[in-house]
């Protein structure tokens, strides 16, 4: 069975950019959640979205926003990028249970 | 701020040897997960304890949780090389029904000398 997927792998950008990420989840999960590690730390949460609707946002600016679409695969936007932003960025879908599923992440480097 | 924390950051010990991590959160949970973590790739969910449980097993793993003291603990016998890797604590607030809003911890790194 194919388990979440990411795209891209590693991504470089510059400073003032726009970046999309996107992330196809387990088949049949229909919950998909956003979550920024920065190099030294745990995860934090930024979106979840549960049938194409936002469940759940954390503590983080305008700049980043998400959608899901009708095939529960999602796109993470970050628009104005900062230096800051460099991160791995990872997504995991859930049945709507307690257990996450986790893709191996976009390596983004913002320069 | 995290909501948990992990203890030790760091832990290095050699093959065979048990290994303890700690976890302490602030707030009231609904769960909290322990999940492994390779290299910075993505991480893999290992156990999960709900609030009314005081300990869970799976295989190599023994996990503890302690409410009152707001902490939980991840035990890992006979670590193997393989077992290298970074640790999280995750936890799920109450009246949430799903994982997906977990605060996770900093983590602990744990490297097992052959």
């Known amino acids: 069975d194919a388990g979440v997927t990411q795209s891209p792998t590693h991504l470089i950008k510059t400073r003032g950019q726009h970046v999309t990420l996107r992330c196809s989840p387990i088949s049949g999960h229909k919950s998909v959640s956003w979550y920024q590690q920065v190099l030294g730390q745990g995860p934090q949460f930024i979106f979840q979205?549960?049938?194409?609707?936002?469940?759940g946002r954390g503590n983080f600016p305008d700049r980043f926003s998400a959608r899901q679409f009708p095939n529960y695969s999602s796109e993470l936007n970050v628009n104005a990028l900062l230096l800051g932003d460099s991160a791995l960025y990872l997504c995991a879908s859930s049945p709507l249970g307690y257990e996450q599923y986790f893709g191996p992440g976009t390596r983004l480097t913002v320069t | 701020s995290q909501q948990g924390e992990e203890d030790p950051q760091a832990l290095s010990i050699q093959e065979g040897e048990n290994a303890t991590m700690n976890c302490s959160y602030k707030t009231s949970i609904n769960n909290l997960q322990w999940y492994r973590q390779n290299s910075g790739r993505g991480l893999v969910h290992l156990i999960l304890i709900r609030s009314n449980e005081r300990e869970k097993h799976s295989g190599r793993l023994r996990v503890t949780l302690d409410t009152s003291k707001k902490s939980s603990s991840l035990l890992i016998t006979a670590s193997r090389a393989a077992d290298t890797a970074s640790y999280f604590c995750a936890t799920v607030p109450p009246f949430n029904t799903n994982a997906g809003k977990s605060t996770f911890g900093d983590g602990t790194t744990l490297t097992v000398k052959p």
């Open positions: 979205y549960y049938e194409k609707e936002e469940r």
